[in-house]
T-cell receptor, first 114, second 113 residues
Framework: AQKVTQAQTEISVVEKEDVTLDCVYE???????LFWYKQPPSGELVFLIR??????QNEISGRYSWNFQKSTSSFNFTITASQVVDSAVYFC???????????FGKGTRLSVIA | SQTIHQWPATLVQPVGSPLSLECTVE??????LYWYRQAAGRGLQLLFY??????ISSEVPQNLSASRPQDRQFILSSKKLLLSDSGFYLC????????????FGSGTRLTVV
């Protein structure tokens, strides 16, 4: 069975600090896809990134970066120089083939304090 | 480009009343469609998913049901709402050929009173 674990329930940081959100996954599939979503207070789920299991290159998008390590089954998300607008719940998710429902972690609530 | 529409945005319904939430996708054909629920302060729970018209897979036994009458339309229903049905309902789609998508609608916040 597939499983996604986000051990950090809540994180609070001061603005401009860097913060890393952890995500550990379990799957027996050799092909799978990993996702990160942001859920601001408005509730909608905003897609951040999709990464397939064959691509272990780290990705950077502005202040956001993702570290995918198959050896430890982790797909961690780092926000550099955090801002108040980054305050949200962040979800990590897994799909076995890109054609099946997403399995979500329980989410990490990030609070960035000015 | 593909867009997903979900309505209504908010809904307050009495216990025992029926429910119908609708989700439609534009800009794609034969999508996989999904209904998720998020209870207050909780994670996302998959309720139903569909790989084609009339094909519905249920993940959680409950008093909810789903239907897909058209290729890009997905409906979540209940004949009699329970208090425990309160939550935030999200619809999503994915492209079964490319694996891309997994985009969510803006959600429906349901309060059963």
């Amino acid at each position: 069975a597939q499983k996604v674990t986000q051990a950090q329930t809540e994180i609070s940081v001061v603005e401009k600090e860097d913060v890393t959100l952890d995500c550990v996954y379990e799957t027996r599939d050799t092909t799978y896809y990993l996702f990160w979503y942001k859920q601001p207070p408005s509730g909608e789920l905003v897609f951040l990134i999709r990464r397939n299991s064959f691509d272990e290159q780290n990705e950077i998008s502005g202040r956001y970066s993702w570290n995918f390590q198959k050896s430890t089954s982790s797909f961690n998300f780092t926000i550099t120089a955090s801002q108040v607008v980054d305050s949200a719940v962040y979800f990590c998710a897994l799909s076995s083939s890109g054609n099946t429902p997403l399995v979500f972690g329980k989410g990490t609530r990030l609070s960035v304090i000015a | 480009s593909q867009t997903i529409h979900q309505w209504p945005a908010t809904l307050v319904q009495p216990v025992g009343s029926p429910l119908s939430l609708e989700c439609t996708v534009e800009g794609t054909s034969n999508p996989n469609l999904y209904w998720y629920r998020q209870a207050a302060g909780r994670g996302l729970q998959l309720l139903f998913y569909s790989v084609g018209i009339g094909q519905i897979s249920s993940e959680v036994p409950q008093n909810l049901s789903a239907s897909r009458p058209q290729d890009r339309q997905f409906i979540l229903s209940s004949k009699k709402l329970l208090l425990s049905d309160s939550g935030f309902y999200l619809c999503a789609w994915s492209n079964p050929e490319t694996g891309y998508g997994y985009t969510f609608g803006s959600g429906t916040r349901l309060t059963v009173v």
